[in-house]
């Protein structure tokens, strides 16, 4: 009767979600201080349900119950049992708990560090949390049950898709949700402070650390997700453009944009209008991605399903939650402008540029994901568009943010110092423009894109550097690096060793397929790859060819690797099973392909050469981090006084006021 159980337990807090949305809310606008007591209780209440049905799941998983519909789809007898635990979110009904699951818990992280917060304010924060979990709730139960019996119960099951039969999925799922969930609570925020009619900058201080680890996860979450794509998919990349990966890269991008237009609000008042719209644009995108990896409208090697009915219930509570913040938005809208002013060169000024290119770089890629179903409706057909369009594009919208970013932190709120800021960046331009040429020197084979590598990470990173230091020869001490400062240096510099890694690797990395015999050697980018031959192997479900490849550099081995191909027992699928050697400056790729001749033992075999590719994840790595630290900041834990908006304009230059930045706003 477990199942039934788990079933039950998701009814039960489907009824509580509805509690929490309706009464807190009900309460806080007419001050029953009753019912806003309610929304606590419903929030532990709704949780415990939600934990105990993902439980009932997960023990069905271990305890191979193939009287579960859902089980016996994605385990067999013989998954590893280690499989058996992520297999719970390997498909869309045991994802969807799963997001449920990390939902509630940080419905419950945001009631029980709350405390603080007025209570009407955080009873609405608690009912907008409650609406969105009703309608996954209400879609999980009615169109996505992972409790369905398969009666009588099945023998054996089938089999989790192999290439989800990987370390992998244990980390990156929970991490990305974590931060497409997290940015509920800003959006909850945003909300709360829209129905309260309370726009001033408090409700912006309490919602920034909570907008920082949402960001962060969700940053953790795609940079596993590339490093699963790299070393999993076997084609060597990192980046496909694929829908699914834009699903998850547009709320990152707004996100970015909502944590620095976050900064300003709070600290200035300005930029209210920016902050509140993408603070519901950025969740808005979350649920976007939930509906392209759901609905089977656009094809991806990431989607978990292709059931119109449940996309046409995902797009449903879309529009119903865009469509109804942005009427609460209009409404108040008037409320929305103030805050102090600020001259052209600014802090300020560089921010709103940088809202700017994000929203904008945001939008190209929402259109080029979404061409193909454009293309459909206009009846031209179903034209795709691929990383040629995505990666000009990007490029063209980023290359503004990497020539401004050194001066964002050097520049003064309201009015900056453009001569001193320039001779502080004097010196970051010179090893820049060093390093280049040095580079040129050393590799003569390094193209444009590798040089501008060079060039914009030692910008970006030698600036940030100088900041550094200035803060540490000119700021008290005790007040040199708050939590906020430190984080936003290491992200930034994460930024540095992101170019580095991306414009390298791009037009460094060597490529070749080739056909090798047993101990034939070929050598390529300067190592000799030898290969021994094939050999089968046994693994806990499957059987493969396993290759043995040694590369030599000057007559000594400096790796061995393994490549398989692999054959599972269950449903006979096959899996190409790449071996690389990392390493911090260049990686060795192989991937096994298939057999040429029986007789000679030939094969194809696909080499990648790749420096500084794990440079790509060490600096998203280093942006996770920085996110972490900057929420950690004990400022956001203080009531924050109000901001005087009645600030005189500055003389020497014409100040741009937050009511024409909010005209600007997305």
């Given at each position: 009767m477990l199942p039934e159980i788990g079933q039950f337990a998701l009814i039960l807090a489907l009824l509580l979600a509805g509690v929490q949305c309706a009464l807190p809310i009900f309460g806080a606008w007419r001050g029953n201080q009753a019912l806003i007591a309610v929304a606590r209780p419903a929030v532990a209440g709704q949780a415990v349900f939600v934990v105990l049905a993902f439980g009932v799941l997960t023990y069905a998983f271990v305890t191979q119950d193939f009287s579960v519909a859902y089980v016996a789809q994605n385990s067999n007898l013989a998954l590893p049992w280690y499989y058996r635990f992520s297999a719970v979110w390997g498909a869309h009904e045991g994802s969807l708990l799963l997001w449920l699951l990390i939902l509630n818990v940080w419905t419950v992280a945001v009631a029980a560090f709350s405390r603080r917060?007025?209570?009407?304010?955080?009873?609405?924060?608690?009912?907008?949390?409650?609406?969105?979990?009703?309608?996954?709730?209400?879609?999980?139960?009615?169109?996505?049950?992972?409790?369905?019996?398969?009666?009588?119960?099945?023998?054996?099951?089938?089999?989790?898709?192999?290439?989800?039969?990987?370390?992998?999925?244990?980390?990156?799922?929970?991490?990305?949700?974590?931060?497409?969930?997290?940015?509920?609570?800003?959006?909850?925020?945003?909300?709360?402070?829209?129905?309260?009619?309370?726009?001033?900058?408090?409700?912006?201080?309490?919602?920034?650390?909570?907008?920082?680890?949402?960001?962060?996860?969700?940053?953790?979450?795609?940079?596993?997700?590339?490093?699963?794509?790299?070393?999993?998919?076997?084609?060597?990349?990192?980046?496909?453009?694929?829908?699914?990966?834009?699903?998850?890269?547009?709320?990152?991008?707004?996100?970015?944009?909502?944590?620095?237009?976050?900064?300003?609000?709070?600290k200035r008042g300005s930029f209210r209008a920016w902050t509140l719209l993408l603070s519901i644009f950025a969740f808005s995108l979350s649920l976007l991605g939930t509906f392209l990896v759901r609905s089977g409208v656009l094809t991806s090697v990431h989607a978990f399903a292709s059931d119109p009915r449940r996309g046409l219930f995902i797009l449903a509570f879309l529009a119903t939650v865009v469509g109804g913040s942005l009427l609460i938005y209009a409404i108040r809208a008037p409320k929305v402008a103030g805050g102090k002013p600020f001259r052209m060169l600014s802090r300020e000024t560089l921010l709103l540029i940088n809202n700017l290119m994000f929203v904008c770089a945001a939008a190209m890629v929402l259109l080029g994901t979404l061409y193909p179903l454009i293309g459909d409706a206009l009846g031209v057909g179903r034209i795709s568009v691929g990383p040629p369009y995505f990666g000009f594009m990007f490029v063209l919208l980023m290359l503004p943010v990497v020539l401004l970013l050194p001066f964002g932190p050097l520049f003064r709120w309201a009015a900056a110092d453009w001569q001193a800021t320039t001779k502080i960046l004097i010196k970051a331009v010179l090893p820049a423009l060093g390093a280049v040429v040095v580079a040129k020197l050393w590799f003569p084979e390094l193209a444009l894109r590798g040089l501008a590598g060079v060039a914009a990470s030692l910008?970006?990173?030698?600036?940030?550097?100088?900041?550094?230091?200035?803060?540490?020869?000119?700021?008290?001490?005790?007040?040199?690096?708050?939590p906020e400062m430190l984080g936003m240096i290491l992200a930034h510099f994460g930024v540095a060793v992101f170019l580095a890694g991306v414009l390298i690797t791009e037009s460094t990395s060597v490529e070749?397929?080739?056909?090798?015999?047993?101990?034939?050697?070929?050598?390529?980018?300067?190592?000799?790859?030898?290969?021994r031959g094939v050999a089968r192997a046994q693994g806990p479900n499957f059987v493969a060819d396993q290759g043995e490849i040694d590369v030599l550099r000057e007559g000594k081995v400096v790796a061995t690797l393994h490549p398989q191909k692999r054959l599972y027992s269950s449903g006979g699928s096959v899996q190409t099973k790449a071996d690389i050697s990392p390493g911090l400056f260049r990686d060795l790729y192989v991937a096994l392909g298939e057999s040429l001749d029986e007789k000679t033992g030939a094969w194809a075999v696909r080499v990648y050469v790749k420096p500084f590719v794990r440079w790509i994840w060490l600096g998203g790595l280093f942006m996770m981090l920085g996110g972490f630290i900057a929420a950690t900041d004990r400022r956001f834990r203080v009531l924050p006084e109000r901001v005087d908006v009645s600030v005189s304009k500055p003389a020497a230059q014409p100040a741009l006021t937050t009511a024409s930045a909010a005209a600007s706003a997305p």
């Open positions: 917060l007025p209570d009407a304010l955080i009873a609405r924060v608690l009912g907008v949390l409650g609406f969105i979990a009703f309608g996954f709730l209400l879609f999980t139960i009615l169109t996505s049950n992972p409790f369905l019996r398969h009666l009588p119960a099945l023998a054996d099951g089938n089999d989790l898709n192999p290439i989800l039969q990987d370390p992998g999925l244990i980390m990156h799922p929970p991490m990305l949700y974590t931060g497409y969930v997290g940015f509920s609570v800003a959006f909850a925020f945003a909300i709360a402070a829209l129905l309260g009619g309370e726009l001033d900058v408090a409700w912006v201080r309490w919602a920034r650390p909570w907008t920082n680890v949402a960001w962060a996860f969700l940053t953790l979450g795609i940079t596993l997700g590339s490093w699963w794509a790299y070393y999993v998919l076997g084609w060597g990349g990192w980046w496909f453009w694929d829908p699914v990966e834009n699903a998850s890269f547009m709320p990152w991008l707004v996100g970015t944009a909502l944590i620095h237009s976050q900064a300003v609000t709070e910008w970006v990173g030698a600036g940030i550097v100088l900041y550094a230091l200035k803060r540490w020869r000119d700021a008290p001490r005790g007040r040199r690096y708050t070749s397929d080739l056909r090798f015999a047993p101990n034939e050697t070929r050598t390529i980018a300067g190592l000799d790859f030898h290969f």
